[in-house]
């Protein structure tokens, strides 16, 4: 396998004013969010937290996002012009909270999200079907090539992969890493709408060897959506 598409998930710069609630204080402490991704942030604040140590903690990213009842690792500080510096390492997180970092990062971060995770991608998806397609048939799969980014939550590899064939219940794709039945992911889905990446949680099922280093996998999703297969068959 190609050890460049096994690169870490990329770490937002965001410089966003927020807000932090530290452990049981009831109180939420103004802080700014230096950068951020799916498995940690770095957080600039006046308060103490100490080092070597696990929190609770919940934070108002913005006006329309927030997390709640995280658990975090704190794996270093330092000290800048008086001002605490933490990098923390998520060690809880729920799955909604995930899907609110990637839509935060998305609106604040939006041409270097673009940039990191679609390289290559720019001549973005083609879905082949037949303009006739039926609302009814919605849960049926239909072939369909667009790009996807995943996440293995097993073995924490991002990894690039291109549709095969999808619905509203299930993706079949192709990738050229081998993903174990029952591996959890986390995915998001380029749409050539203008709108943001589709994300969607589901669960590997089968995977069949197509070559040397290449795989055809068939995905579960967690949930329906019927909302995000609306904007896939809209696509021209």
Known sequence: MNSGNRRGIPRWQVNQQAKIKIG???????????????????????????EDKFLKLSLI??????????????????????????????????????????KFTYKYCSQEVKKQWWKGAERGGEIMQNENFDDRRIFARFPAKLQLRYLDLDTNIENEAETQDISAKGIGLVTNQRLHPRAPLEMWLKIPDRGEPLYARGEVVWSDTLGQDKYRVGVELEKADLMGMSRVLRVP
């Open 24 to 50: 049981e204080n009831p109180d939420f402490v103004a802080c700014q969010i230096r950068d951020l991704n799916l498995k940690g942030i770095q957080v600039a604040l006046e308060e103490k937290l100490g």
């Open 61 to 102: 990213l913005s006006s329309e996002f927030s997390l709640s009842d995280i658990e975090a690792w704190v794996a270093w500080h330092k000290v800048l012009e008086g001002i605490n510096i933490y990098g923390l390492y998520f060690n809880k997180l729920k799955g909604s909270d995930k899907e609110q970092i990637y």
